[in-house]
T-cell receptor
């Protein structure tokens, strides 16, 4: 089946540091999304990025569909950035296949 | 972005009872909705695809008689966990797309089910 792998599984940084989260997927993609899961479980949409590059404030994302990976960049990390980040890949009309997530901890 | 509302956010029920979870698209019509399940500290797993006016499509290993899905309108899908047992305790979350051809998914707030 389709596989989605995220790395690193855990990341601990000091406030102000930059970070790069990676998502590799095993098949072609119609949909690639990045989410931040808050402490209550809700998935916050960060980026819808099946290809190309997008930026939103301190966050940016790049997907290289031909090489089957996507990157999420967080600059000048804040403690409120802590949490679990998921990427989800979709192939069309199907639901998303999620990676196992990156657990990010930003220490003050 | 499109808004998806899920209710209830948290429910505790006794073993053997059934629990219904609602997923509504508030500002758009969703012909397709999706139901996911997440165990503690794990990823989200797709359970089923809910299609308006037709039967749901279940992923391999998901019991369709245990997890009843009804998509009676373009704005509402329901998941009923029947004869719940403690092992059904989990976080359930739905998603929807705001129109055909747009593959971006929007998620509800999720429902934390505890079966005692």
């Amino acid at each position: 089946g389709i596989q989605v792998e995220q790395s690193p599984p855990d990341l601990i940084l000091q406030e102000g540091a930059n970070s790069t989260l990676r998502c590799n997927f095993s098949d072609s993609v119609n949909n690639l999304q990045w989410f931040h899961q808050n402490p209550w479980g809700q998935l916050i949409n960060l980026f819808y990025i099946p290809s190309g590059t997008k930026q939103n404030g301190r966050l940016s994302a790049t997907t290289v569909a031909t090489e089957r990976y996507s990157l999420l960049y967080i600059s000048s990390s804040q403690t409120t950035d802590s949490g679990v980040y998921f990427c989800g890949r979709g192939g069309g009309a199907d639901g998303l296949t999620f990676g196992k997530g990156t657990h990010l901890i930003i220490q003050p | 972005g499109a808004v998806v509302s899920q209710h209830p956010s948290r429910v505790i029920c006794k073993s053997g009872t059934s629990v219904k979870i609602e997923c509504r698209s508030l500002d758009f019509q969703a012909t397709t909705m999706f139901w996911y399940r997440q165990f503690p500290k794990q990823s989200l797993m797709l359970m089923a695809t809910s299609n308006e006016g037709s039967k749901a499509t279940y992923e391999q290993g998901v019991e369709k008689d245990k997890f009843l899905i009804n998509h009676a309108s373009l704005t509402l899908s329901t998941l009923t966990v029947t004869s719940a047992h403690p092992e059904d305790s989990s976080f359930y979350i739905c998603s929807a797309r705001d129109r055909d051809g747009n593959t971006e998914a929007f998620f509800g707030q999720g429902t934390r089910l505890t079966v005692v």
